[in-house]
């Protein structure tokens, strides 16, 4: 093979030990990797000096033997810098690893890295994870977590001057189709053949392989009204006004029903009737959910140039569909009813998710009370109440013991119900964001248990298709049963492996437009823990210390979170149709779609995900 001066050169000097190249750029480097689980993984960064190219890791058993090859993979770049980042995943078997280099070829001519001299390489510790950098700066090495699976590692920190790279153009590519689908799929849920105008149907008519989700439920219908009202805020359009307005009617009507349970009832017939069958009711987060879309909605309308008359009827007039569900949540009976059942309909006690979305529109209440409708009585009862919710959270909710969450007190603690709860109960106003160190904590120790809870994350965690990475596929809880259809073994979901996108892309927006990011003991390990539940961070960090926005710790943080973001939506992505259909679960075993197809809250999680992911992008902060 040719051999060009200038990359001979670049080799004596490495084996001189001088750890220089005759370039201006480093070829490339490796700049993290790891082993676990008889796999070897990591990153490279490539000096982009031609299209075509190739990267090979080259590594020696732990005999010794250098007989073994293993070729990285793009992942994204090049950057403003021109470089490229490349990642590696080698199945190394029972041999092991003892040592290994890189060799890089572009234009005919090779580069190396060995790790600054010959015979250095790469050396490879049993079972530990090592993290090394592009600079001088000295190895750290950490104890791998037991039940890590591994997966290609997370982008390294940015060469100096060029924006954090976390953004990888196969999500680009996919979501580019996969949306516009996703909101043509929900919309054929509202208003669909055989109900009435206004019914959000949690999934098309009954299916023999699934059971029956042809019916209203409040919480998923007040969500996926709540996508409505973002189309209609980025559009105008008249047709997203309309599905309000035909859904305020069927809602005025359901509410004046004298249900089992009021205004606490789960879900209703299509036609309008309440449905009467056992369930676990009452379900005091559907209320909430609701009111706060009509409060987004109204306001979306007026400024659209709505009358206030409208919005006014929508409160509490002879159309009025706000109010009654403040009146009902707003109850201490209600807000603090330990009989109240969970999202999943199978539990009863306190929710962090029920509370939340409360706390959330009773604020939203409040506000719009006093500034929209006034109605200054309402608002100062409901600010109270939400206060009351707030202090029941923050006292009750964090055990101090574990370090994570309860999703419900004296019930459950680690629970998809707990990231669920964040995304759609922040009210923006720094009381438990999802960059908040107990979510983060939380989060990181419940993905980690998934490694053991299905099949599927114990195989390969490499998307075949791209060749990058994924996540862990995350389902409601540990232990669940519920197969879509009967009780045997629960399965992921795609809403709940969705919400950890969500949730981090959300955070790393947040971090952003704050400007600074304090790392703390909870969520250092978080940041710094591996893939595929951790971000990966291997620059140093120290908790109790807070890093500036531009600082290579706040750009290696970034990069890290969004990054791990992307690889739960390629979880997604690797197990849906090609015309992106997504059912409610993917077997824990064989990945394939299960449970009932078309379910509507699967593809408002999708658009809301897409939203989060925008909106960072529009940050321009990162590539």
């Known amino acids: 093979m040719k051999v060009n001066p200038q990359a001979i050169l670049a080799f004596a000097l490495a084996i001189l030990g001088l750890g220089l190249f005759a370039d201006a750029q480093t070829p490339v480097k490796v700049t993290g990797y790891g082993y676990i689980g008889n796999v070897l993984y990591g990153n490279i960064t490539v000096y982009n000096y031609a299209y075509t190219k190739t ?80 600079s001088s700066s ?23 001057g ?19 689908n996703a909101q043509s799929y929900l919309l054929a849920n509202i208003n669909a053949a055989g109900t009435l105008a206004g019914v ?36 105008k359009s008249s047709v997203y006004q309309q599905l309000f307005f035909d859904h305020r009617d069927f809602t005025h009507k359901i509410q004046i029903i004298n249900a089992l349970t009021g205004l606490g009832e789960a879900k209703f017939n299509v036609d309008g009737t309440d449905f009467t069958g056992g369930w676990c009711r009452p379900q005091n ?10 409060i987004r909605f109204s306001k979306s309308y007026l400024s659209n140039g709505g009358t206030l008359a409208t919005v006014v009827d929508m409160w509490n007039g002879t159309n009025s569909v706000i109010k009654p569900d403040l009146e009902y949540i707003s109850q201490s009976t209600n807000y603090l009813d330990t009989n109240g059942c969970d999202l999943w309909e199978e539990q009863r006690g306190l929710h962090l998710f029920t509370m939340m979305a409360q706390r959330r529109a009773l604020l939203e209440g409040a506000a719009f009370a006093q500034s929209v409708v006034n109605d200054q009585g309402a608002g100062t009862f409901y600010k109270q109440q939400a206060q009351a919710i707030e202090s029941k959270i923050s006292s009750s909710f964090f055990s101090t013991s574990t370090n994570t969450l309860y999703t419900t007190l004296s019930g459950r ?19 438990y964001p999802p960059t908040s160190d107990q979510v983060l904590v939380s989060l990181y120790k419940f993905a980690q248990g ?80 591996a893939r595929p539940s951790g971000a990966g961070v291997t620059v140093s960090l120290s908790a109790g210390s807070t890093y500036a926005k531009g600082s290579a710790q706040f750009d290696a943080i970034i990069a890290g979170v969004v990054s791990l973001a992307e690889t739960y939506v ?20 064989t990945g394939v779609a299960q449970g009932v197809d078309n379910l509507t809250w699967s593809y408002a999680a999708l658009t809301t995900t897409y939203n989060a992911r925008q909106a960072l992008v529009n940050t321009g902060y990162l590539a």
């Open 55 to 134: 990267v090979t890791v080259n590594y020696a058993d732990l005999a010794s033997s250098w007989s073994y090859t293993c070729a990285a993979s793009y992942s994204s770049g090049p950057n403003s810098a021109n470089y490229e980042f490349w990642v590696f995943s080698c199945n190394v078997g029972s041999a092991g690893v003892s040592q290994f280099y890189i060799s890089y070829v572009t234009n005919g001519n090779t580069y190396y890295d060995n790790n600054g001299g010959y015979g250095v390489n790469y050396k490879v510790t049993q079972p530990t994870t090592t993290t090394t950098r592009a």
């Open 138 to 160: 000295p190895t750290n090495t950490a104890s791998a977590s037991p039940t890590a699976t591994a997966s290609a590692a997370p982008p390294p920190p940015p060469p100096p």
């Open 162 to 180: 060029s924006k954090p790279i976390g953004f990888s153009q196969d999500i680009t590519t996919w979501l580019t189709a996969a949306v516009p």
């Open 200 to 235: 959000v149907v949690a999934a098309p008519k009954a299916q023999p392989t699934s059971q029956n989700y042809f019916f209203h439920w409040i919480r998923d219908a007040s969500l996926v009204m709540d996508v409505v009202r973002q189309w209609y805020d980025q559009t």
């Open 285 to 294: 987060d559907g209320p909430a959910f609701r009111a706060s879309a009509f």
């Open 413 to 431: 603690q680690l629970d998809s119900a707990i990231p669920l709860a964040i995304i759609h109960g922040y009210n923006d106003d720094g009381f």
């Open 450 to 529: 998934f490694q053991t809870e299905y099949t599927l994350n114990q195989a390969s965690l490499i998307d075949s298709a791209s060749g990058l990475s994924m996540s862990y596929a995350i389902g409601r809880y540990y232990g669940d049963t519920y197969d879509g259809k009967g009780n045997s073994k629960g399965n992921p979901w795609y809403l709940t492996t969705l919400v950890f996108a969500e949730l981090y892309y959300r955070a790393a927006k947040l971090y952003i437009d704050g400007g600074s990011i304090a790392v703390t003991s909870l969520n250092l390990p978080f940041f710094t823990g």
């Open 570 to 589: 390629r979880r997604v992505k690797h197990h849906v149709s090609a015309d992106n259909h997504i059912n409610e679960q993917y077997n824990r075993d």
